[in-house]
């Protein structure tokens, strides 16, 4: 898979997929991340990418010339192209996981106040992070990309993403590790008894009840 990232702040990436399960997927070839810099792709003398908004308001809005001409640079046959705006599609799991199948993606960051609405043209799909406003798309599609590669085949095991909450409209079921005896909490009995069947159906029970708790929204699905 190959993610290229538009954005006019590249240096805000700079430690972000250096580390952790997404640096690994990197060096083992499994992804390929690429940073653009879409100022560079400005026709203005002074590489502009934004300028005030029609009918006035404030703020700056990114203008269409620049990220056009990027895009058209980047896509192929395969690409989705992918906007992060607010107002886009909730992101969810189930999103992460149709993406981590795709060949190439690209992520459009928005900045200032926003962009010029012709951008929406381009696109194949508008996510939004959540119900909040960051200042730019940067820290949105670190989200993406993060949750997108780890989904993908062999870069972490498929059994353990496959017990992460969400899937099935649950919850992950609580876990334990040493030691046995933690300040007068104990790790529940079951779990030390060896008995899978057991444990399984116990973990069963405390992640229906866990989300029935916490996310009661999720199990009405
Ligand atoms: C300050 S925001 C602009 C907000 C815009 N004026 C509005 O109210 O919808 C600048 C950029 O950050 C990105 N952004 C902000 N919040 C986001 C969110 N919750 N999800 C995805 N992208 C977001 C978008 O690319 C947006 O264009």
Same mark, same amino acid.
């Given at each position: 898979?190959?993610?290229?990232?538009l954005?006019i702040?590249?240096?805000?990436?700079?430690?972000v997929?250096s580390s952790?399960?997404?640096? =690994? @997927?990197?060096?083992e070839?499994?992804?390929?991340? #690429?940073?653009?810099n879409? =100022?560079?792709?400005?026709?203005d003398?002074h590489?502009?990418?934004?300028?005030t908004?029609y /009918? /006035?308001?404030? /703020?700056?809005v990114?203008?269409?010339?620049?990220?056009?001409?990027?895009v058209?640079?980047?896509?192929?046959?395969?690409?989705?192209?992918?906007?992060?705006?607010?107002?886009?599609?909730?992101?969810?799991?189930?999103? @992460?996981?149709?993406?981590?199948s795709?060949?190439?993606?690209i992520?459009?960051?928005?900045?200032?106040? /926003?962009?010029?609405?012709?951008?929406?043209?381009?696109?194949?799909?508008?996510?939004?992070?959540?119900?909040?406003?960051l200042?730019?798309?940067?820290? @949105?599609?670190?989200?993406?990309?993060d949750?997108?590669?780890?989904l !993908?085949?062999?870069?972490?095991?498929?059994?353990s993403h496959q017990?992460d909450?969400?899937?099935n #409209?649950?919850?992950?079921?609580?876990?334990y590790?040493?030691?046995? #005896?933690?300040?007068?909490?104990?790790?529940?009995?079951?779990?030390?008894?060896?008995?899978?069947k057991? !444990?399984?159906?116990? =973990?069963? !029970?405390?992640s229906?009840?866990k989300?029935?708790?916490? =996310?009661?929204?999720?199990?009405?699905?």
């Amino acid at each position: 898979m190959k993610i290229d990232i538009l954005t006019i702040f590249p240096e805000m990436f700079d430690h972000v997929f250096s580390s952790s399960i997404i640096s =690994r @997927a990197i060096k083992e070839n499994k992804v390929v991340i #690429n940073i653009h810099n879409f =100022r560079d792709f400005s026709t203005d003398p002074h590489h502009k990418v934004d300028d005030t908004p029609y /009918g /006035g308001g404030n /703020g700056m809005v990114l203008t269409c010339q620049p990220i056009f001409d990027c895009v058209e640079h980047l896509k192929t046959e395969e690409s989705i192209v992918i906007l992060l705006t607010p107002d886009g599609i909730p992101y969810k799991q189930k999103i @992460a996981y149709e993406l981590s199948s795709k060949k190439h993606i690209i992520l459009i960051c928005g900045h200032y106040e /926003g962009f010029d609405e012709r951008i929406r043209t381009i696109c194949d799909l508008e996510l939004s992070i959540g119900d909040y406003i960051l200042t730019g798309g940067e820290l @949105a599609s670190m989200v993406i990309t993060d949750s997108i590669v780890r989904l !993908i085949p062999g870069v972490i095991e498929t059994s353990s993403h496959q017990n992460d909450s969400f899937n099935n #409209n649950l919850l992950d079921y609580p876990t334990y590790t040493k030691p046995r #005896n933690f300040r007068g909490m104990e790790v529940p009995e079951v779990l030390l008894s060896g008995d899978h069947k057991k !444990i399984e159906e116990y =973990r069963k !029970i405390e992640s229906i009840k866990k989300t029935k708790e916490k =996310r009661p929204d999720l199990l009405e699905k």
